[in-house]
């Protein structure tokens, strides 16, 4: 069982800057695959970004390269993600999800192969 819970969001002026952590407790946080979706009005959880479990593969949707920028420390059982140039458009709530998967078959994109879910934080950026 991993508990997340997500913190740093805010409201910033559209070019902005806010940093997302996500602090997991449980057992073997190294163990997963971390991501980053969002979820607007729909409720539908689009991908972020993502990371390998030792934090050497980092994945981004298209929007948000070379804006935002995922990390983590597993020892401090956290997940980061730095968000620069903020745009109106990356209004929504924030979710950080863990992945358990084998044998290189992570599954980054796909919010219905990650297990463990934090609450969100919200993120709104004004024009």
């Known amino acids: 069982q991993v508990q997340l819970v997500e913190s740093g969001g805010g409201l910033v002026q559209a070019g902005g800057s806010l940093r997302l952590s996500c602090a997991a407790s449980?057992?073997?946080?190294?163990?997963?695959?971390m991501g980053w979706f969002r979820q607007g009005p729909g409720n539908e959880r689009v991908f972020v970004a993502a990371?390998?479990?030792?934090?050497?593969?980092?994945y981004y949707e298209d929007s948000v390269k070379g804006r935002f920028t995922i990390s983590r420390d597993n020892a401090k059982s956290t997940v980061y993600l730095q968000m620069n140039s903020l745009k109106p458009e990356d209004t929504a709530v924030y979710l950080c999800?863990?992945?358990?998967?084998?044998?290189?078959?992570?599954?980054?994109?796909?919010?219905?192969?990650?297990?463990?879910w934090g609450q969100g934080t919200q993120v709104a950026v004004s024009s």
């Open positions: 449980g057992r073997a946080f190294s163990s997963y695959g």
């Open positions: 999800a863990a992945q358990l998967y084998y044998d290189g078959n992570f599954h980054y994109d796909d919010w219905q192969e990650y297990i463990y």
């Open positions: 990371i390998n479990w030792s934090g050497r593969f980092a």
